[in-house]
């Protein structure tokens, strides 16, 4: 199965691709660890992203299609992949869908994730993360055992530059713009299946795998 997790910046695309990819079998691939990652290498694609990044503005269309049909097109990929956080605009889902098309493969669903903005904005100020293992915590929702440090590696917890107020207002104002038009865009392909993600993590999962069964 190829499954594109589409939603508010803060919906909890993170936390359910780990999720769902295990109880799938499929490829995770987040278009923003990827981005953070070739930002740690200090590569010449993470030097490009950084300002974008920061500014909670989109990173140009034409990087990140590159980007995402590489990391589509390796081997562990093959039998499957969920996208997180790709495609996030028009050009990006069309771009997307011709060159999947020019290998035989395609999008078989999109499961939406509605959350309103208000929930995000204190979902996205409360996160941490650890910088080793990537596991996502929420100062109020999932605390760590020990403040600031995570349970699985013991590691001192993150928090990201994004998720400031003013940079969160700015990814929002992104999302609704230029994000929000996919959904009608699924929609018209058949493709998409909507799920709450008001509820608890738990609550979450079981309605995505849920709908990607139906
Ligand atoms: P990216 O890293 O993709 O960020 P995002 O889409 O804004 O999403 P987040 O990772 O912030 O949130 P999430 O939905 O994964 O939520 P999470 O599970 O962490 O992108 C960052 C930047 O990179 C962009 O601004 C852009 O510049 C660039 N970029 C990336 N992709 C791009 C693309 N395709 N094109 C162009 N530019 C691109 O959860 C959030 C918090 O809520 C956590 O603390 C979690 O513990 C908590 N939580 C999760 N679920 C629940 C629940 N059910 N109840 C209560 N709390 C919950």
New binding site residues.
Partial sequence: MNLVLL???????????VRISKAFGLVHL????I??AERKAKTELGAK?QD??D???????DL?LSM?MDHIGRPEAANGFLL??????LA?AEGLDARLAEKDRKIETVIN?EVDDA??TR??T????CPKCGR???EE??PPVKAGICDDCGEALTR?K??SLEVVGQ?LK??HEETKPLIAYYQNGGLLKRVS?????D??TAAIQEACRR
């Fill in positions: 939603g508010p910046p803060g919906a909890g695309k993170g936390t359910q691709a987040s278009s923003g660890d981005l953070r992203a974008y990044m500014r909670g503005v989109l990173v140009p269309d990140i995402m997180d956080g790709f495609p996030r605009t990006q994730i929930a995000v979902r996205l409360g996160r941490s993360t996502i915590y929420h929702f999932s990201r994004d998720d990814r992104t999302y993600g008001e509820g608890s993590v609550d979450v």
